[in-house]
């Protein structure tokens, strides 16, 4: 938890009829965060983002920007500024007139308005672009106008909607760069709405996933993928071997599960972890499994057959059958031994961690915080 | 790639010069729009270009004298009648315009941001007045702005009045409002359709940067709608300086505009080359008030910042 919350949100529930975008959410933010809020579409992320811009009342609940009741009040009153998933450039107003759009209402004098608005462009890499017309502006380049209109109000909070969506891959990951010193430069909180798991992973200090309106997990980058809670969460941040296990013995701090192939398993007991009738879900990833190769030996071993190989340049994505598995596992392995090469049907033996897996928890609607 | 194939090719047959263009999308639009154009160039260009040849000559009695003379002109530009009806007219064309759009907007404001579901049946509800026959329209204005009509009896039965305005009718005020009434729909559709294509998180993001729901409107709303603006305005200024069926049934005496002296002309008056010179100062003028509302408006919108 933050130490001094910049965000609280209170229960909050948003119903269109019966439809429920948000479904009782809480969550605190802290100031100076990266935070983002990461999810399929659907799942109630930009609506929750929209709530605390001002842009949508909640049906209950109370969110508290820098401490102060912000419910009800309109977007023009919150200290929040946004960066629109199409980044919203008036296109009647040149680059330097978007930027000081904002700032017209403060009635600064001229010299101080200009300053703020070439400092601004300079923050976003767009020095001397201010006399540019909004349509003659490429996609990164909008993208930065729409932060430097944004950052140049000097905002609590900003907030940015599925900002990266629209670019190519290479530019979206010059920008993630970017957006991450921008964030640190400035040091105000940021709050990422986004479906990409990498760039959250990425961006991110903390991260919450939403799953059908509800917020299945708050953590950090590395707890949430190395430690998901739930099956979707785990699911949704890439690659996961599920293996169905039987609970064999319960302790206060760990449990003890035992699978099909991959014996009896030690694994650390969740926060409010509660199994239904002793059956129970693991989950190990992808790069977590090793291949072994001529006489290597490992503690763990498993054998099985390649039964499909996908070739992706610094990486080959086996999937390996392993006789007593319902499903076959899928494996990640670097191409420096020759993976690549592997024939189909081919005999091999893996290495594993017992340490790398997780317990997963299977609650269909996101756990609750 | 083809094309060198068969210029390096002695037996190869060329094509016919011009073929090239007779394939090419331009000719292919062209013959498309080949029906409307020669309908436009017989039924336009020809008649227009016959008023401005007239305007250059002199009846003389029975017959037409085709020296070349200003003296139409002459006449148009400085006899006070005329001066008196050009001014007339473009103001009452002016004033409608400028009220049809100021009352045109709000709706179509309305039917395009909060619509709902049911735009299209909004936009169609529009359009019923135009459903009865012009004519019709002007005529139950009459009816409603009357001496005995349905506006003074009603304004006498709540007891607002003691006796029928007499001042409703037969002046310029009633060519104002009938026109205005007549015009709507044209105003509202185009402003509605400018509306339409604005994105609607340029409104969220004015809000975002601190606008409130006015000033959002002035800087962005607006701004983005000029175009259907003008348009509206000059839809309706157009045809209505020109018009002669409102002024004469609901104008009277004081409602008489430019295109009852050309009707005149071209009929009792019998001097077809005054009418025609009538015509053409009345097209420039309209023109030029037109450019100039348009500049006007455009200056206006980009000091709204």
Redesign the interface.
Known sequence: MPDRPMISIENVSRYYGTYRALDDVSLEIGAGEFFSLLGPSGCGKTTLLRSIAGFDVPTAGEIRIDGTPCTLLPANRRPTNMVFQNYAIFPHLDVGENVAYGLKRLKLDAAEERRRVSDALDQVRLTGLDKRKANELSGGQRQRVALARALVMRPKVLLLDEPLSALDKKLREQMQVELRSLQKAVGITFILVTHDQYEALALSDRIAVMFGGRIAQVATPKEIYQRPRTRMVADFLGGMNFLQARLTSERSGSVSVETARFGTINLERPKGFAPTNGHVTVGIRPERLRLLWDDERAPHELVGRVENRAYFGEVTHLTIGVDGLEQPLSMVETNDYGADDLPLGAEIRLAYDPDAFVLLSEDERGARM | MSSAAIASSPEAVKPAPGSRWMRSEEARGLAMISPTLIYALALLLVPVTLVVAYSFWTQNYLEIDRTFTFENYRQALTEPIYRDLFIRSLWISLVTSAVTVGFSYPVAWFISFHGGAHKNLWLFLVTIPCWTSYLLRVMSWKVILGYGGVLNTGLMSVGLIDEPITSLLYNANAVVITLVHSWAAFAILPIYVSLQKI?R??I?????????PM??FL??TL??SMAGVVSAFLIVMIPTVGDYVTPKLVGGKDGVMIATAIQAQFGKGANWPLGAALSVTTMVLVSLVAAAVVLALRFAVRRI?
Not at chain 2, 204 to 212: F, K, S
């Open positions: 994105d998180s340029l969220e993001a004015a809000r975002d940067l601190g606008d409130g000033r959002a800087r962005v701004p983005l910042r």
